[in-house]
Nanobody, 124 residues
């Protein structure tokens, strides 16, 4: 059983940066494919970024490519999401999630473990 806890998000102006972290307890996440999702009010949860078990492969949804970077530190049992050049449309609750297989489509139903979510607000 993996428990995931995201760091507090925050509020930032457009063009700013935030870094989220997600710490895991219960077991090592080194064998899990990890992802960040987000859900804006009135919208479905969408996959944002995905990283392989050793961090050698990443995937991003088109809207964040070139702005967000996902990374992981298996020794610390933690993953990160560096968010740069933030836009108001990035405003959402951000979740980290863990899966046992590589799911490049990042469908929420494929992920076994979830964090509780953290709010990110970007003002114009």
């Amino acid at each position: 059983q993996v428990q995931l806890v995201e760091s507090p998000g925050g509020s930032v102006q457009a063009g700013g940066s935030l870094r989220l972290s997600c710490a895991a307890t219960g077991e090592s996440i080194s064998t899990y494919y990890m992802a960040w999702f987000r859900q804006a009010p009135g919208k479905e949860r969408e996959g944002v970024a995905l990283i392989s078990t050793r961090g050698s492969t990443t995937e991003y949804t088109d809207s964040v490519k070139g702005r967000f970077i996902i990374s992981r530190d298996n020794a610390k049992n933690t993953i990160y999401l560096q968010m740069n050049s933030l836009k108001p449309e990035d405003t959402a609750i951000y979740y980290c999630a863990a899966a046992t297989l590589w799911f490049p489509k990042m469908s929420p139903g494929d992920y076994r473990y979830w964090g509780q979510g953290t709010q990110v607000t970007v003002s114009s």
